[in-house]
């Protein structure tokens, strides 16, 4: 099976800019994920969607960050404006219900400059 | 609140020896705790995972001992081979298989030849 698409690989920006990374699940994983993981230290949740709904969105700094999931497929999770603390590796993965554990994407490396 | 303390932050360990890495949890309600693998520039992969209702779990090489009582719960890998040097996370997550993963703070493992 395809696993977890994201896309950009990679991007570079300079603070106060705006960006927007996309994700893919696994076909039939009702459940997304968006997590923030910075250098050296373990993946932190941002946001957990079930279909197109929010079930988790407490750790989104929700002045600057924003995520949707429209038709309960892909997702999009956007930055505006970016700080210098949001270079990070942006990580989704998603889940199975009944299944345990989740399937990471490659994940879209923030610089922000 | 760090809700999973990981330690060591890094270990290096000699071919064919045995890698340990250490976990603690401070939230009792948590009911499945995954380990998981991560190589540079991809997402975290589940490794192998457990349940509170055994002590012990083995797949392969991999061996997850698990101490609820001092919540606490360890990763030991066997025979370590070089292919094994990536980041390790332990996580614990509580509720459904959908429930939101907390993940420790990882262990850089280096396996000398």
């Known amino acids: 099976e395809a696993g977890v698409a994201q896309s950009p690989r990679y991007k570079i920006i300079e603070k106060r800019q705006s960006v927007a990374f996309w994700c893919n699940p696994i076909?039939?994983?009702?459940?997304l994920y968006w997590y923030q993981q910075i250098l050296g230290q373990g993946p932190k949740l941002l946001i957990q969607f079930q279909n197109n709904g929010v079930v988790d969105d407490s750790q989104l700094p929700k002045d600057r960050f924003s995520a949707e999931r429209l038709k309960g497929v892909d997702s999009t999770l956007k930055i505006q404006p970016a700080k210098l603390e949001d270079s990070a590796v942006y990580l989704c993965?998603?889940?199975?219900?009944?299944?345990?554990?989740?399937?990471f994407g490659s994940g879209t490396r923030l610089t922000v400059v | 609140q760090q809700q999973v303390k990981q330690s060591p932050q890094s270990l290096i360990v000699q071919k064919g020896g045995i890698s340990i890495i250490n976990c603690a949890y401070e939230n009792t309600a948590f009911d499945y705790f995954p380990w998981y693998q991560q190589f540079p520039g991809k997402g975290p992969a589940l490794l192998i995972a457990?349940?509170?209702?055994?002590s012990e779990k083995k797949e392969g090489r991999f061996t997850i001992s698990f101490n609820k009582s001092a919540k606490q719960f360890s990763l030991h890998i066997m025979d370590s081979q070089p292919g094994d040097s990536a980041t390790y996370f332990c996580?614990?997550?509580?509720?459904?298989?959908?429930?939101?993963?907390?993940f420790g703070s990882g262990t850089r493992l280096s396996i000398r030849p």
């Open positions: 993965a998603s889940s199975l219900q009944g299944m345990d554990g989740y399937t």
């Open positions: 457990i349940r509170p209702d055994v």
């Open positions: 996580a614990a997550s509580k509720g459904s298989s959908a429930s939101k993963i907390i």
């Open positions: 076909s039939g994983h009702a459940t």
